[in-house]
């Protein structure tokens, strides 16, 4: 794995529309056709055509259509109104610009817009959306290292799984459960998507620091490995103090460097216990051990937490309050299963972290298992719950049933905790220390 190769190039896709408008600044040339663009532009779905319209030029293509850059340093491409945040409580619309070319194809009667570019120009973007320009550079090194690893074993999955004959199955549905893990197998016609299901990523619309550039050269081609193949390097915000295991979030694989890490060099009495009994994790939940995302200094936070992230004040230890009501009409509403009125919530199984890997929806019509963690976190919510690892509290108040749901932690728990790692990183640990400590037994490789 050390010799060299290449930069790889991405295919990364924003959002699907029947019309797209956008901006090409600068000159863009369709590659087909040969012809030249820029301007204000729209590209529509019409008679199973793409419809390309520029400042008064058009063309009608068959899909894809690819518009590439003459000058790839000084030119970009503006995409209006792209939804970020999807299905998050800060969802919301904004114009975004972006380097490389822009390809669009015809996916359910609607046009894809997707952004081609070098693995390493999208690091950039990437570190810079998920990371203020204010993190530590050992921070941002090592998000780089697990923010490339991440999207070349995803590549890798996705090519392996086009050229083999092997089904890739994310339900599993009975009469009396129903599992679901989310992943990225679905996006057959690019790598990756652009919202926070694979990585955040929005161009060059927040504009890359020094220190950003400068941690992506100092790691530039460098991946975490082990025994020779690439990590599947995952990360979220809080574990709230443990993390948890792939195959209790995905699918049932194990991966020896994503096992159950105390987030601490100190292990306490409550995290190093067995959270996978109800009794432990409920103890777990109640307490705030002395772990290194249980913080509560703004200078750390701003490093992992954008503006529209800060507007969770709460994320180590956390309540969601329901009445019964309440938590019946949104469960109805989410799953699309009408459980009647839900009298309880119980604990089915706990992941190595207390998340709960599956949940037992008790209703006066219907009873039902759900899972994996994603699926109760998408049940339990209007956008989604921080996490799965809660507990129920029922309460009588003016003779109404209140469900309490008390949790720990933001995010799936599998891999890098970013705010962990912020806090790593401000004590004085070095990136390679910051990624030992999340992927045990992993090793650095320089890929290219």
């Known amino acids: ?38 301007g204000k532009c729209t590209s529509k779905y019409s008679g199973r055509k793409i419809v390309l319209k520029c ?12 518009l590439a850059p003459l000058d790839i340093e000084k030119s970009s491409f503006t995409l209006h109104a792209v939804t970020i945040g ?67 074993a995803q590549i890798k999955k996705r090519r392996e799984l086009k050229t083999t004959d092997r089904e890739y199955d994310t339900n599993f549905k009975s009469e009396n459960e129903i599992i679901k893990w ?26 890359s620091s020094p220190v950003v550039v400068s941690a992506i050269k100092a790691t530039y ?16 915000k809080c574990c709230g103090g443990v993390t948890e295991l792939f195959e209790n979030v995905w699918e049932p694989v194990n991966h020896p460097y994503l096992k159950k890490v105390t987030d601490s060099k100190s292990f306490s009495v409550s995290t190093d216990a067995d959270l996978t009994k109800e009794e432990e994790a409920v103890r777990y939940i109640k ?41 019946s009409e949104l469960v109805k509403k989410r799953t699309g299963i009408d459980f009647g009125i839900i009298n309880d919530l119980v604990p089915v199984e706990r992941g190595v972290s207390g998340r709960l890997i599956k949940l037992r929806i008790e209703g006066s019509k219907k009873t039902l298992i759900i899972g994996k963690e994603l699926e109760i976190r998408k049940s339990l919510s209007s956008s989604h719950l921080y996490s799965s690892c809660f507990y129920v509290e029922k309460t009588i108040k003016d003779k109404e049933t209140i469900f309490v749901l008390h949790g720990a932690g933001w995010g799936h ?36």
């Open 1 to 38: 794995m050390t010799e060299s190769r290449e930069t790889p190039e991405i295919q990364v896709g924003i959002f699907s529309l029947e019309e797209i408008n956008f901006t090409l600044n600068g000159k863009f040339m369709e590659e087909s056709s040969r012809k030249y663009f820029t």
């Open 55 to 66: 400042d008064g030029i058009s063309l009608e293509s068959d899909s894809p259509l690819i």
């Open 86 to 152: 999807v299905d998050f409580h800060w969802q919301r619309k904004e114009d975004q610009v972006f380097k490389g070319s822009i390809k669009f194809l015809i996916e359910d009667n609607k046009i894809t817009a997707i952004n081609v570019l070098s693995v390493e120009d999208y690091l950039t973007s990437v570190i810079s959306s998920e990371m203020s320009a204010t993190s530590s550079e050992e921070l941002l090194k090592a998000h780089a290292v697990i923010s490339r690893s991440w999207l070349l």
């Open 182 to 207: 989310y992943d990225r197998e679905d996006h057959i016609n690019f790598d990756v998507c652009a919202d926070d299901h694979c990585q955040r990523y929005q161009g060059i619309t927040r504009a």
């Open 221 to 236: 081609g460098t991946l975490l490995t082990y025994e020779g193949s690439i990590c599947d390097t995952r990360y979220y």
């Open 287 to 327: 307490d705030e051990p002395d772990v290194f995302c249980n913080t509560s200094d703004s200078r750390i936070l701003n490093q992992v937490l954008n503006d529209y992230d800060q507007e969770t004040a709460d994320f180590f230890r956390w309540k969601v309050t329901y009445t019964k009501e309440e938590l």
């Open 413 to 448: 728990g599998v891999g890098l905790c970013q705010i962990g790692a912020a806090v790593m990183g401000a004590k004085g640990y070095s990136y390679r220390e910051i990624l030992e400590h999340y992927f045990p037994g992993a090793a650095l490789e320089k890929f290219y």
